[in-house]
């Protein structure tokens, strides 16, 4: 139990610190998306790991978190950078697990851009939406 409550104060810290070296180009969904997978990668952990749900709980939220967040930037990254230069956008997390296509589709009536996002993890397209970037 002692070695559990040590890893998840470590881990807290490491957290803490490096979040604190975060810039304001990150979007602020880029924290949803970590919080949504933590919490999901949380409960994940837990349910697999039977022998110790503890450790499950907190290696499965941090590695949630870290996906989930990646996912949430560069999605809003390729948006953003389609909606400016009006050209398509392909972003991919640096261990190819997962990909942002981003393209232009169009202006809204208050001016605003749409932009078309098709998001793939294993090269499988997982969600296909429509974003309006003001």
Do not use: H
């Amino acid at each position: 139990m002692r070695k559990v409550i040590a890893l998840t104060v470590a881990l807290s810290l490491v957290t803490l610190t490096l979040g604190a070296c975060a810039t304001d180009s990150m979007s602020p969904r880029t924290g949803q998306g970590a919080a949504v997978g933590g919490g999901l990668g949380a409960v994940a952990g837990a349910l697999i790991d039977k022998n110790n749900r503890w450790r499950g709980a907190v290696l499965g939220g941090v590695i949630g978190a870290v996906a989930g967040g990646t996912l949430t930037e560069i999605s809003a990254r390729a948006g953003r950078e389609a909606a400016q230069t009006g050209k398509p956008v392909q972003y991919e997390s640096t261990d190819g697990f997962q990909r942002v296509e981003a393209e232009p589709a169009g202006t809204t009536t208050s001016g605003c851009k749409q932009v078309r996002e098709r998001i793939y993890q294993e090269g499988k397209l997982v969600r296909e939406q429509t974003r309006e970037i003001c």
